[in-house]
């Protein structure tokens, strides 16, 4: 079975964005999260949030979730500071000495060769590589993913980004499978029902992306050519 890992970032001293009127990231994204794990418990999917409250899981205590489990995904949840309300944009890791190399889709590539090609300032971390980029054994499908999701959401969220966005998202490096962060904006709102309005479409399209993403298995043609 699936098991979906929801992220609601931050949490404990760490508010995330804050909003005019106070409005927390953290708050929002623990109500989107909980929205979210209802619809994919509808579809009979495992879900696990890695905050159930208002705590502050480090990076590696989020990444612990998933890396011992073998059929799993990692959804991060964030709120951006500003930008359009009412927009979203979905995350892939990118790893910044792999600009050039991350053009050839190469899947299943050892980890291992990017290590020798390192800089200097790399290598100082050769002892923590494995751990530290974990992520680099799920490229490709968190990048399939990312853009599954982000398909789904552009449909119910309009004026969105058609495609997702590689970038160096901290949480997502030390992840052993597929894994992605969802932006929504924005929590520079003085009515909060402008988010509340975002959560369960949100969710709804989480749901509908989960269900056909197949990370094991040959996927079906993901839209737009994406590989
Ligand atoms: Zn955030």
Redesign the pocket.
């Known amino acids: 079975m699936l098991t979906v890992v929801l992220d609601p ?2 949490g404990g001293a760490d508010f ?2 804050r909003g005019p009127t106070g409005l927390a ?1 953290s708050d929002v ?1 623990l109500d989107f999260a909980r929205a979210a794990r209802i619809a994919l418990e509808a579809q009979r999917l495992r879900v696990l949030l890695t905050r159930e409250g208002n705590q502050d899981p480090t990076f590696d205590a989020r990444s612990t979730m998933i890396n011992g489990l073998t059929n799993a995904i990692f959804i991060s949840l ?3 500071s500003s930008g359009p309300v009412g927009t979203v944009r979905t995350y892939y890791y990118l790893f910044p000495t792999n600009v050039t190399p991350a053009v050839n889709p190469a899947v299943g590539a050892p980890p291992q060769t990017a290590t020798p090609q390192t800089s200097g300032a790399q290598l100082t971390r050769a002892s923590l590589i494995q751990w530290d980029q974990a992520q680099r054994s799920s490229v490709d499908s968190s990048r399939q993913l990312a853009f599954l999701v982000q398909t789904v959401l552009v449909q119910r969220f309009k004026g969105s980004p058609d495609a997702p966005i590689a970038a160096p998202v901290r949480q997502l490096r030390t992840i052993k499978g597929p894994a992605i962060a969802i ?1 929504l904006s924005s929590i520079d709102v003085t009515d909060a029902k402008r988010l509340d309005q975002m959560a369960q479409p949100l969710a709804e399209a989480i749901g509908r992306a989960v269900a056909e993403f197949h990370p094991l298995s040959a996927a079906p043609t993901t839209p737009s050519g994406a590989h």
């Open positions: 970032a931050h995330g964005a990231e994204v964030h709120v951006s932006e």
